[in-house]
């Protein structure tokens, strides 16, 4: 069974910088056949993609709203998936969420995933002074 737990949201002020983490459990972020995402969902607004990425194929891809802010990155085993972000905007603020799918979904203007298997649960990011 795949499984997803996020952690390491939080309080964060104009600038600053946070790390996320998504432990996945029944696959490795490696596998061919799984591509991996974080997305986020802020209050009033659509759920949109951040990042999307094939671990094992190493391509990422990032929206253009957090492109040169945000890196995606595994550790060694491939259990677990980080979004380190930096220079944080109060636009950044949004529950983010990592997730698991069949493929990638890359368009001029969005960044996602094809048929997502799994959602972790979900940890809050305020960016606010």
């Known amino acids: 069974e795949v499984q997803l737990v996020e952690s390491g949201g939080g309080l964060v002020q104009p600038g600053g910088s946070l790390k996320l983490s998504c432990a996945g459990s029944g696959f490795t972020f490696a596998d061919y056949t799984i591509a991996i995402g974080w997305f986020r969902q802020a209050p009033g607004k659509e759920r949109e993609g951040v990042s999307c990425a094939s671990i094992g194929e190493d391509i990422i891809y990032y929206a253009d709203s957090v492109k040169g802010r945000f890196t995606v990155s595994s550790d060694s085993a491939n259990t677990v998936m980080y979004l380190e972000m930096r220079d944080l905007k109060p636009e950044d603020t949004a529950v983010y969420y990592c997730?698991?799918?069949?493929?990638?979904?890359?368009?001029?203007?969005?960044?996602?995933?094809?048929?997502?298997?799994?959602w972790g649960q979900g940890t809050q990011v305020t960016v606010s002074s």
């Open positions: 997730a698991v799918g069949d493929g990638l979904l890359v368009t001029p203007t969005h960044v996602g995933l094809n048929g997502i298997r799994q």
